[in-house]
């Protein structure tokens, strides 16, 4: 499987046949336009990603939640590519503030298995991280289609989710946010975990311990790839950054990762944004 990671949770699944996007981010507004603007899809590098890595075999989108770094350019990418949209209703009335057709929109459900191609992904309700001074809207919906050129605060959070990737023979769990319910991963296994950090390096030593006790000790994988944990307000035209330090102390959930990856002889790999790995 080739996995490419355009930072933050955007991951592009390729199986050399068919492609699914989770989560489709690549605009990476400003921290003042996040604040006190609204900003459409950036066509130059949405377009560039697209074409560079050649989405013309793109089958679904999946959105985990609905805030701007995790969906703003699904319209127009699902528009481009005839995609399918899976996710919650207010990822749907995302897509229709984009115009996105009606008939390549799905509202998918908790513990359902959804089969594209080779591809059977299983949807699983999550929690996000713990509101911060940047996202305060946990539990809020996106109730009515979500017109391009909004205000990017009005990307409300709708409901967060993993997804459980199988494919060829290989299990893959995408988990975008620094949260778990407990016990809900308890027969959950996969040979890879996208584990988003974003929150890791604040968390006192309890809530660590309890993270990866619901997480990676659950689902025992042989490889951990870290997501969420780049500074999404700086384009993907600039060479990757930790996050702003007031968010994230990125070296210090960096370091937390690897001594218990190294406790656990788990593989760990940071994947740059803009590259591809094969897994």
């Not at 679904?60 to 919650?88: C, E, K, L, N, Q």
């Not at 605060?153 to 995408?174: A, N, P, Q, T």
């Not at 311990?209 to 990676?216: D, G, H, I, M, Q």
Request: with cysteine.
């Amino acid at each position: 499987m080739k996995v490419t990671f355009f930072g933050t949770t955007t991951l592009l699944f390729d199986d050399g046949k068919d492609q699914i996007l989770f989560d489709c981010h690549f605009t990476r507004p400003s921290l003042p336009e996040y604040i006190f603007g609204a900003k459409d899809t950036d066509l130059t590098i949405a377009e560039e990603m697209m074409n560079t890595h050649h989405m013309n075999r793109l089958r679904a989108i999946f959105i985990s939640h609905t805030h701007h770094d995790h969906v703003m350019d699904m319209p127009f990418v699902a528009r481009m590519s005839g995609a399918m949209v899976y996710g919650s209703s207010s990822a749907l009335n995302v897509a229709r503030g984009g115009a996105v057709r009606e008939e390549q929109l799905q509202e998918f459900e908790a513990d359902r298995t959804y089969r594209i191609g080779d591809y059977s992904v299983t949807v699983l309700k999550s929690l996000h991280s713990k509101p911060t001074i940047l996202n305060n809207d946990i539990g809020e919906t996106i109730d009515s289609p979500l017109p391009p050129h909004s205000k990017l605060r009005e990307y409300k959070e709708g409901g967060s989710y993993d997804f459980l990737v199988e494919s060829h023979g290989r299990k893959y769990l995408i988990r975008p946010s620094f949260n778990y319910i407990e016990g809900q991963l308890d027969h959950c296994q996969a040979d890879v975990l996208f584990l988003g950090v974003a929150g890791l390096g604040k968390a006192d030593e309890e809530t660590e311990s309890r993270f990866f006790a619901e997480t990676a000790e659950k689902v025992k994988p042989e490889l951990i790839i870290p997501i969420h944990w780049d500074n999404f307000f700086s384009p993907l035209t600039k060479p990757a950054n930790r996050m702003v330090r007031f968010v994230e102390k990125t070296e210090v959930v960096f370091f937390r990762l690897a001594k218990y990856c190294e406790k656990h002889d788990i593989d760990l790999l940071i994947q740059v944004p803009r590259t591809a790995i094969h897994i």
